[in-house]
């Protein structure tokens, strides 16, 4: 699934792209993949609506449009939003088309079909139509505080990794970069996250903003299915430190790199940095 690296290349891209870009036709060609609301009504409050600014909140996509209307999107395991030109060959698997005044089409593509978009009409907040949006912790790249840490894994018996999944605590983390800041703060991923020292916590705050910001550099990473808004894959996977690199050595002490299970997660690591 696309982490905050991913959402966040796309919607710099999308902002880059469909400013000031008219929507003149919405094709739904699969009813399942609209979110909210109906098929139709989805097709008509778009119709006509200008692009404005491009947000994300966590691993959402917040679209603001003309008339106080907006859209939101959520690209789960294999969702892609597309800019092409006219006359460029589609997907195969496009779910949902926008057609823009330029001759270009936003496209929506999803293989595995769990993405979603929903329409956001005017008098409507994209909390009220995502309720999900309201229970997201903060934005690592905003300032990650090691309090905040503290006091969310407070008593946690779970392990760190699971609990840095956590949509709550921290918005945007998934299993890449899970693995990836743990192993930069040298914790091992099966740690209890309230057993962390406040030494540690910090430690981790900030290898979280580091990796992050390098995912971004980096265009994210393609791991499967997930390219930027032109089609472009990522690059991190080929940067990083842990993930997907079992029984590689680690870039730091040359040690084997290790793979578990954790909750049905795979989890990477360094035995020797992450004691």
């Known amino acids: 699934m696309p982490e905050l690296p991913e959402v966040e290349t796309v919607r710099r891209g999308l902002q880059e792209k469909l400013a000031g870009a008219t929507i003149k036709a919405v094709k739904v060609l699969r009813p399942a ?29 917040l679209l ?39 001759g270009r089409k936003l496209i929506f593509d999803d293989t595995r079909v769990f993405g979603r978009l929903w329409c956001v009409p005017s008098g409507l ?24 840490l503290r006091s969310s894994f407070s008593g946690k018996i779970q392990c760190i990794k699971t609990a840095l999944l956590d949509q709550t605590i921290i918005a945007g983390i998934g299993n890449i970069y899970a693995d990836e800041s743990l192993h930069r703060a040298g914790i091992n991923p099966t740690r209890a996250a309230g057993d962390l020292s406040k030494a540690e916590l910090k430690k ?3 290898g979280i903003v580091i990796v992050l910001s390098n995912a971004i550099e980096a265009g994210g990473s393609t791991l499967r ?3 930027d808004a032109s089609g472009v894959n990522g690059n ?12 590689e050595p ?10 578990i299970k954790l909750n049905g997660r795979s989890t990477h690591f360094c035995p020797k940095c992450q004691r």
């Open 33 to 61: 993949s609209v979110g909210y609301p109906g098929t139709d009504e989805f097709s008509r409050l778009l119709k006509g609506r200008k692009f404005n600014q491009v947000s994300r909140r966590g691993k959402y996509l």
């Open 204 to 206: 981790l705050s900030t």
């Open 225 to 227: 299915d997930y390219t």
């Open 250 to 259: 680690c870039r730091k002490c040359k040690s084997s790199i290790q793979r």
């Open 236 to 247: 991190y996977q080929h940067e990083a430190l842990v993930y997907g690199r079992k029984d």
């Open 125 to 148: 907040m994209f909390e009220d139509v995502v309720p999900s949006l309201k229970l997201l912790g903060p934005e690592p790249l905003e300032g990650l505080d090691p309090e905040h």
């Open 64 to 102: 603001n449009l003309s008339e106080d209307t907006g859209m939101v999107a959520h690209l789960r395991m294999s969702g892609r939003l597309l800019v092409m030109n006219a006359g460029a060959p589609e997907p195969a698997h496009v779910r949902i088309r926008l057609s823009l005044n330029d």
